[in-house]
């Protein structure tokens, strides 16, 4: 029997107001750390709270480490900071929603057997229920613009599949953490949310790592029921879009990058005329960092250089998941 390259796990939990989804979610994980009987640490990376969650973990929890934010950054500054104190060799990256089952990591250790493994992924399922709410992600075109929501789970559950997904859900995500760091985490200009769990992981796959989706390992989540004002869903929809302008602009070929901006100035006319006028504030941000956006272009294709690797295109990443994805027969997930 080969010695397995995961030899502890560091559990990342970024956390903001979520003292009462840690009471329930923290005994899981806990126990699932044990049954692996591998050298652990959890990490909750707090993102400044303005409950009790800080105190509670201290109080119940004394073994758990917290680091907390002096101001509230968002979710990629938060977990980064996890992330790079973290002292195992494989990190999972966890939300606060999460809970997992007690035979969560033994089905995920085994994908790290393959040196080009950057992580993997597991079905997520309801918090009571068995509804399967993702399974692992597919990559799709519309025109130039990446989709970012699409979800597919095997027809047939066979033991010992491996199966590519597109990117690696930021809700349960298993990674190797010398490959994260080397990638610099997270992007910090997502914050607050959406869009980088996506975009770290065609990082990682335009480096020539390999992302993994998992069905047989199950975690639980707890589905939101807050009900979100217009002018909230407004400034979300702000943030979602201009974090997508990001993602194209990143990872797009710069032979395609000219003819994207068209497509922009037309979806713009088409979001002032149905009065979407979230879209062009998200053009406007997008617009105003779009030096430090191409600046990181370069910083990544030097760093690829540096590594002696040789980017893949975003096409190619595709090509690679789709012809992986179709050699069984799947089905997709509204």
Avoid at 118 to 131: A, E, K, L
Wanted: aromatic fraction near 12%; proline fraction near 4%.
């Amino acid at each position: 029997m080969s010695h397995s390259p995961v030899s502890g796990i560091s559990v990342v939990i970024p956390n903001y107001n979520g003292r009462y989804l840690l009471e329930e979610i923290l005994p899981s994980v806990l126990e699932a750390l044990q049954n692996t009987k591998l050298p652990h640490e959890i990490i909750v990376s707090d993102d400044k709270s303005t409950d009790d969650s800080v105190s509670f973990i201290q109080n119940t929890y004394p073994q758990i480490i917290v680091i907390a934010n002096e101001i509230n950054r968002g979710f990629s500054p938060t977990i980064n900071k996890g992330i790079f104190v973290a002292k195992h060799s494989h990190l999972l990256l966890l939300n606060s929603d999460v809970k997992l089952t007690q035979d969560f990591f033994p089905g995920l250790i085994r994908y790290f057997d393959k040196d080009d493994t950057f992580g993997v992924m597991s079905r997520i399922i309801g918090w009571d229920n068995g509804t399967i709410q993702d399974g692992g992600k597919y990559p799709s075109f519309h025109g130039l613009k990446i989709k970012t929501s699409g979800n597919y789970i095997p027809v047939q559950e066979e033991p010992g599949q491996w199966l590519y997904s597109i990117y690696l859900s930021g809700a349960n995500a298993f990674v190797d953490r010398k490959k994260i760091v080397q990638l610099g985490g997270f992007n910090e200009m997502f914050a607050p949310y959406y869009v980088e769990d996506y975009e770290l992981s065609v990082r990682a796959w335009r480096f020539g790592w390999k992302c993994y989706y998992d069905h047989e390992s199950i975690c639980r989540h707890k589905e939101s029921v807050t009900i979100k004002s217009n002018a909230k869903k407004n400034k979300i929809n702000e943030i979602y879009y201009r974090n997508k302008m990001y993602l194209h602009a990143l990872h797009l070929p710069s032979s395609s990058i000219w003819l994207w901006h068209v497509q922009l100035f037309f979806e713009c006319l088409l979001n002032l005329v149905v009065l979407r006028f979230f879209f062009i504030r998200s053009l406007g941000h997008y617009l105003r960092n779009s030096a430090i956006i191409f600046r990181q272009r370069k910083r990544f294709k030097n760093l690829a250089a540096e590594s002696g690797k040789k980017l893949l295109s975003l096409k190619e990443v595709t090509k690679i998941v789709l012809d992986n994805i179709e050699q069984v027969p799947i089905r997709k997930l509204k």
